[in-house]
């Protein structure tokens, strides 16, 4: 029973990241109406960024970290400017999948710059991190996995407050609703597709931070690995729907959690896409399908 | 001499037999990420078959070309409800499901792979199979089946308005395409006499898209254009391999941008034949 409680806490934790992925992916998805790979290298840039600053830079936490995900932002907006913009200028038609290579592209040379100038092999993580364990009767928590819950419920809820509250979000669901009708309102869709980007690198900054630091590495390749996680959850919770998103994640973290526990450790990545493969037989658009919506023309 | 131009011409044609069949699968408007997978069914089925079963080398490729096909029906089946990106997704999430299976599991040998596949493949089998592969594709092409590819890939709602069935066009030229990736497998099995889980791993895809990209999807030539100049390029100027997937990245996203119909655009085919008539005549 112990063990059980562990793993469940333990998938939750590691589930609540890739919602957090998972959850730009969906932003951006819904506003822009393009699916931007790219935003899977976000994963990977924040934590080197903060590795840099404080290995190299030797800045103190409190400077670094904003540093850090402002880099993130920073870069995410060159690769918005670079691949997706020129695609969506309105009137001009252009295939659905050329934006989707173009992103896929950045987001190849991004991550093979980083392998070539850091080595392709993993760095540990810059900062210390709290080793010893919480104790609760018989049951072990590790420190690191609370932490990241907490980081992951108020980054949530953070994001639900803007999406349904503030006017931020209410720009945003009306460009993902109808872009011409919210520029005839004074709606800007490339000032919104602008920030829901900046914001959904955010989310995947901070969900990449706390991978690296509860695994203690950070590599070059971290970012399409969690970033493959991301969408397969997005698809598991159906594409456009933000609590999808959500419960997907956490289904997938205690689902891998529980493999890795009960199993064997090499089958992680063979039970989230037999997961998802079990899903799409059964619940063809994902389990919180709203109407699925066709490519805009 | 003679041996290093094989060295460097049959790899380029094999990937070339497995971007043709890449090429199938754009024209019905889908996207594969995880090509190589089923190249990869192809590599380990013919091997398993020619070191277990002592079968000759052109029957295990075959029958690896059928195996890869037949996983790539199943695939398309599961996944036909997927819209485009996501079926992109879904390829590359079963790309790298089937790699870890086959890096786990006994009988394919884990990560170090199969070894003493009898070497029977050359450059005149590579070069024979290229050429069979061409000629199916360039009849696809002109068939009834290919035009319903096209038109399914321009608006499957205006496709299915004149009696075409997406999701027959869809799985169809997926089951083509990923048998033509698993020829192409069985080929490179019975070339280099080993295979590992690395010959199916996501770069092998990536490399496989960005050829494709471009070439240019419009046209079997692109395929085949897109192959030759960046296979072989690197070779000829001793490009670091270092940098190569960063500048293939770099070179997929500006294409993209710039030149979205890749080297062998449909106008560039047009043009080309109207000249080419204008000389006949």
């Known amino acids: 029973m112990e063990f059980f409680i562990q793993l469940l806490v333990g998938g939750l934790s590691i589930g609540g990241t890739y919602a957090l992925v998972a959850l730009g992916f969906v932003l951006i998805f819904g506003v822009a109406n393009v699916l931007n790979i790219a935003h899977a290298q976000s994963i990977m840039l924040a934590p080197f960024f903060l590795f840099i600053l404080i290995e190299q830079a030797k800045l103190p936490l409190s400077l670094a970290a904003p540093l850090a995900l402002f880099m993130s932002v920073l870069i995410a907006m060159f690769v918005y400017y670079a691949a997706i913009r020129p695609f969506l200028i309105i009137g001009k038609r252009s295939g659905y999948l050329a934006p989707f290579i173009t992103s896929f592209g950045a987001s190849l040379f991004i991550e093979n710059i980083f392998a070539t100038i850091f080595g392709s092999s993993s760095h540990p993580f810059p900062l210390e991190i709290q080793r010893e364990v919480w104790r609760l009767g018989n049951i072990i928590f590790v420190p690191m996995q609370i932490y990241s819950m907490v980081c992951v419920f108020i980054a949530t809820v953070f994001l639900a407050w803007v999406v349904n509250r503030s006017a931020i979000g209410r720009s945003m669901r009306a460009v993902a609703e109808n872009p011409i009708v919210a520029a005839s309102q004074g709606i800007s869709a490339r000032i919104t597709i602008m920030l829901t980007i900046s914001i959904a690198t955010l989310l995947a900054a901070i969900s990449g931070i706390l991978f690296s630091a509860a695994n203690n590495e950070l590599s070059a390749f971290m970012g399409m690995e969690y970033g493959l996680k991301g969408l397969v959850v997005m698809i598991i919770g159906g594409v456009n729907s933000l609590p999808g998103a959500v419960v997907a994640g956490l289904m997938l973290g205690v689902t891998e959690s529980f493999a890795v526990g009960y199993l064997s450790s090499s089958y992680s990545m063979v039970i989230s896409f037999g997961l998802l493969f079990v899903i799409l037989l059964f619940r063809p658009n994902g389990l919180f399908a709203s109407a699925s919506r066709e490519a805009r023309p | 001499m003679n041996g290093f131009y094989e060295s460097i011409a049959i790899p380029v044609l094999i990937d070339a037999i497995a971007v043709l069949g890449l090429y199938v699968i754009a024209s019905s408007g889908r996207l594969s990420i995880g090509h190589a997978a089923f190249f990869g069914v192809g590599c380990y089925t013919s091997a398993l078959l ?13 029958v690896g070309a059928l195996s890869a096909g037949s996983f790539g029906l199943i695939f398309g089946l599961v996944a036909e409800r997927l819209s485009h990106w996501f079926f992109a997704i879904a390829t590359l999430a079963f790309s790298v499901m089937l790699t870890g299976i086959v890096s786990s599991v006994e009988i394919f040998g884990g990560a170090t792979g199969i070894y003493g596949i009898p070497i029977s493949v050359g450059l005149s089998e590579t070069l024979f199979s290229t050429i069979f592969v061409l000629i199916l ?25 004149v009696g075409i069935n997406p999701a027959f066009a869809h799985i169809g030229s997926f089951v083509i395409g990923t048998s033509i990736a698993g020829l192409a497998g069985g080929l490179w099995a019975h070339y280099l006499g080993v295979i590992k889980p690395v010959d199916m791993s996501l770069d092998r895809s990536l490399f496989f898209l960005i050829y494709l990209a471009v070439g240019g999807m419009e046209h079997w030539a692109g395929a085949l254009l897109g192959t030759f100049t960046l296979g072989l390029l690197p070779e000829v100027i001793r490009f670091s391999r270092e940098y190569r997937l960063a500048f293939f990245g770099l070179l997929l996203a500006g294409f993209m941008v710039l030149r979205p119909s890749g080297l062998v655009s449909r106008e560039l085919i047009n043009w080309t034949s109207k000249i080419a008539k204008k000389i006949w005549a």
């Open chain 2, 50 to 62: 020619s070191t277990q079963l002592l079968m000759p080398y052109w029957a295990s490729i075959l």
């Open chain 2, 137 to 161: 594709v360039y009849f696809i092409d002109r068939s009834s089946f290919g035009r319903s590819m096209r038109a399914v890939r321009d608006s499957e709602i205006a496709a299915e308005a």
